[in-house]
């Protein structure tokens, strides 16, 4: 695979995303600054690989303060968050990320300045690791929804792309592949941003497991022929009543996939369930530049000048249409989530281990 985000030669190195499947180019930045830009403007995308981002932003940032006091560094690094945290507001994991390099940092208080610097860094690669060792756990709990010779509809792109490696739903479908399944990924195109067409396409292509994509309105019209068994998404923030907010268009599939008796399954990272939000109305939607609606790569008009647009990234699928959560400790229905990970997320809220 090739890596999403590694820390590289002092540099957070980023596959810039917005160039495939053309191009294969990497984007090293060397300031927070340029870290918050690229998860803003979608170089880097998916809910667990903006942790990781943010978390290495927070280790990079870091490395330039000038200082030897404590509250002083840690009152400078604590701003770098904050500014890391306004880049996009819905994916639940670049919160988590960034407070957990808070709690490292707020631990460090005796430790001399290059000392915290280098412990930073070293944090933020253990949540890379652990991304990758979270997503291959999903994938086990989770290739057992999918049968031998069943066809997979996913939308946008929860693969190797959307986390540090490996991939949430489509590590679901490649550890059901490496399992010798003989199955077919139906992949849909996702507008506006074409994160199917332009990713999960590429990703399967690239590990030669059968894709065949749709635009999105096909989707019905295929469940409604038999030729989809099951539906495997990402998420990027699940409620505590398990809702779940995904890529727009995603409650549309969820609805489909309800009418036709299809199963509709998310996968997840605990640092992707978010206990303190209730329910799916309580998340934070965010809403994008309508030239991604207009226009294809902001270049090719399709669309006439000045049409009025409504351009929202994501959308909220209530928990009574998701048959289940695949999450790295098993299989859960929604509502089971907070007895599941709420003892978990209480601990690490009061500073114990992550």
Same mark, same amino acid.
């Given at each position: 695979?090739?890596?999403?985000?590694?820390?590289?030669?002092?540099?957070?190195r980023?596959?810039?995303?917005?160039?495939?499947?053309?191009?294969?180019? *990497?984007? +090293?930045?060397?300031?927070?600054?340029?870290?918050?830009?690229? !998860?803003r403007?979608?170089?880097?995308?998916?809910?667990?690989?903006?942790?990781?981002?943010?978390?290495?932003?927070? =280790?990079?940032g870091?490395?330039?303060?000038?200082?030897?006091?404590? $509250?002083?560094f840690a009152?400078?690094?604590?701003?770098? #968050?904050?500014?890391?945290?306004?880049?996009?507001?819905t994916?639940?994991?670049?919160f988590?990320?960034?407070?957990?390099?808070?709690?490292?940092?707020?631990?460090? @208080?005796a %430790?001399?300045?290059?000392?915290?610097?280098?412990?930073?860094?070293?944090?933020?690669?253990?949540?890379?690791?652990?991304?990758?060792?979270?997503?291959?756990?999903?994938?086990?709990?989770?290739?057992?929804?999918?049968?031998d010779?069943?066809?997979?509809?996913?939308? #946008?792109?929860?693969?190797?792309?959307?986390?540090?490696?490996?991939?949430?739903?489509?590590?679901?479908?490649?550890? /059901?592949?490496?399992?010798?399944?003989?199955?077919?990924?139906?992949?849909?195109?996702?507008?506006?941003?074409?994160?199917?067409?332009?990713?999960?396409?590429?990703?399967?292509?690239?590990?030669? !497991?059968?894709?065949?994509?749709?635009?999105?309105?096909?989707?019905?019209?295929?469940?409604?022929?038999?030729?989809? %068994?099951?539906?495997?998404?990402?998420a990027?923030? &699940? =409620?505590?009543?398990?809702?779940? =907010?995904?890529?727009?268009?995603t409650?549309s599939?969820?609805?489909?996939a309800?009418?036709?008796?299809?199963?509709?399954?998310?996968?997840?990272?605990?640092?992707? &369930?978010?206990l303190?939000?209730?329910?799916?109305?309580?998340?934070?939607?965010?809403?994008?530049?309508?030239?991604?609606?207009?226009?294809?790569?902001?270049s090719?008009?399709?669309?006439?000048?000045?049409? /009025?647009?409504?351009?929202?990234? *994501? +959308?909220?699928?209530?928990?009574?249409?998701?048959?289940?959560?695949? @999450?790295?400790?098993?299989?859960?229905? $929604?509502?089971e989530?907070?007895?599941?990970?709420?003892?978990? %997320?209480?601990?690490?809220?009061?500073?114990?281990?992550?």
């Amino acid at each position: 695979m090739v890596p999403t985000v590694e820390w590289k030669d002092g540099a957070v190195r980023l596959l810039d995303q917005s160039r495939l499947p053309s191009q294969v180019e *990497f984007l +090293d930045c060397r300031d927070y600054r340029a870290v918050a830009e690229a !998860i803003r403007e979608l170089k880097v995308r998916g809910a667990p690989a903006i942790g990781v981002t943010a978390a290495m932003g927070v =280790a990079l940032g870091a490395q330039s303060v000038d200082v030897e006091e404590y $509250p002083a560094f840690a009152k400078q690094v604590e701003a770098m #968050c904050d500014h890391l945290a306004a880049s996009r507001p819905t994916a639940v994991n670049l919160f988590w990320a960034i407070a957990r390099m808070k709690q490292k940092l707020a631990g460090l @208080t005796a %430790q001399p300045i290059a000392q915290i610097k280098a412990e930073l860094i070293r944090e933020s690669q253990t949540i890379l690791d652990e991304d990758i060792a979270l997503c291959r756990a999903m994938g086990k709990q989770g290739a057992a929804m999918i049968h031998d010779g069943q066809t997979v509809l996913t939308h #946008c792109n929860a693969g190797a792309l959307a986390t540090a490696g490996y991939g949430t739903a489509l590590g679901v479908i490649r550890e /059901a592949w490496e399992q010798g399944k003989k199955i077919r990924v139906i992949a849909d195109e996702t507008r506006p941003v074409l994160q199917g067409a332009r990713l999960t396409a590429w990703e399967l292509m690239q590990d030669k !497991i059968p894709v065949t994509l749709i635009t999105d309105n096909m989707a019905g019209s295929l469940m409604r022929q038999g030729k989809i %068994q099951v539906c495997v998404v990402g998420a990027d923030r &699940i =409620a505590a009543n398990g809702d779940v =907010a995904n890529k727009i268009g995603t409650y549309s599939v969820a609805v489909l996939a309800r009418a036709h008796g299809i199963p509709f399954y998310v996968a997840a990272p605990y640092s992707t &369930i978010d206990l303190a939000t209730k329910t799916g109305a309580e998340i934070p939607i965010e809403e994008r530049n309508p030239l991604e609606v207009t226009s294809i790569h902001g270049s090719h008009p399709v669309a006439p000048a000045g049409v /009025a647009v409504y351009n929202p990234a *994501f +959308d909220v699928t209530p928990a009574e249409l998701i048959t289940g959560i695949i @999450t790295e400790r098993g299989v859960f229905k $929604p509502g089971e989530l907070a007895g599941v990970f709420g003892t978990e %997320q209480a601990a690490n809220k009061s500073g114990g281990s992550s």
